[in-house]
């Protein structure tokens, strides 16, 4: 089990080593973890080295927080998490350049989805490893990003009432996936729900990384990212409206943009096999 000490956390990270450098980085969302990566996992692993590390507080790797938090009431604990305490893109791009030194990876192809998008961007401004970019289903924040939709948020965080673990996570998933999708595959949907009752962050930890989400900013930044840089996003994401993907590209040079039509806020699941050709054409030419 491959882990780091860093900042006085445990973290844990899979190094799928094909002899191949640069490897491939790929930096998960909100709560999620390795799962959300299958898809891309399978179809690079090949001829890719593919490192999957847990973020903070997901997975193997450890949270870190103060022990009373989790017994405060959940505003009041918010409301700490943003003011005060939560995790930020600065400190989890941190923990990304700590592992990356660990498995002595000297330089990688930075992937990151959502919340993994804005720590990529932290770290690709941050630190030096970084070949290229690659940005899915992201924004930069600041005042021109257009926030996730209050009623998407709700949801995102809501427990129905006399909800058991299986039906929260399907009912909190159902702004990021497509409705069809879910409709037409319930062995992916079921599969999916295994693995994040296996591998995400707890209902804290989770809320940690929310707050670093609601506090990145890099948008008097991101100009300065001088690697080439992907950039892909669905045009049906309800999570984060497709104009932050059009954002990025603006203000990005050397980017390449994609729309994935129709796509949905987690279209590397459902629309892999598209996300995967972008995604090869881009890192051979990179």
């Given amino acids: 089990m491959p882990t780091v000490q860093h900042d006085g956390l445990r973290l844990y990270y899979e190094y799928d080593d094909a002899e191949s450098t640069p490897p491939i980085v ?91 998008g804005m720590i990529a961007q932290q770290y690709a401004l941050d630190y030096d490893r970084a070949v290229s970019l690659s940005l899915f289903c992201t924004t930069h924040g600041g005042e021109e990003a257009v926030p996730i939709p209050d009623d998407t948020l709700e949801q995102m965080f809501d427990v129905p009432e006399g909800a058991d673990q299986r039906e929260t996570i399907r009912h909190r998933m159902g702004p990021a996936i497509s409705d069809e999708f879910e409709s037409n595959n319930p062995d992916v949907m079921d599969q999916i729900i295994d693995w994040r009752l296996e591998q995400d962050a707890g209902e804290v930890a989770r809320e940690s990384q929310g707050a670093a989400g609601v506090n990145f900013d890099a948008s008097d930044r991101v100009g300065d990212i001088d690697v080439p840089t992907l950039i892909l996003h669905g045009t049906d994401d309800r999570v984060l409206p497709v104009k932050n993907g059009d954002l990025l590209a603006e203000n990005i040079s050397h980017s390449q943009y994609e729309r994935i039509e129709s796509g949905s806020h987690l279209f590397m699941v459902e629309d892999s096999e598209e996300v995967n050709g972008y995604l090869r054409e881009f890192l051979a030419d990179a």
């Fill in 26 to 116: 790929f930096i998960q969302g909100l709560g999620v973890g390795r799962w959300s990566w299958h898809w891309q996992r399978d179809a690079f692993s090949d001829t890719y080295g593919v490192l999957l590390p847990d973020n903070r507080g997901t997975g193997h790797s450890e949270a870190g927080l103060p022990p009373l938090v989790p017994r405060l009431p959940r505003a009041l604990r918010l409301l700490l998490f943003t003011k005060l305490a939560g995790y930020s893109t600065e400190g989890l791009a941190a923990d990304i350049e700590a592992i990356l030194a660990n498995a002595g990876v000297e330089r990688a192809h930075i992937v990151g989805a959502s919340l993994g």
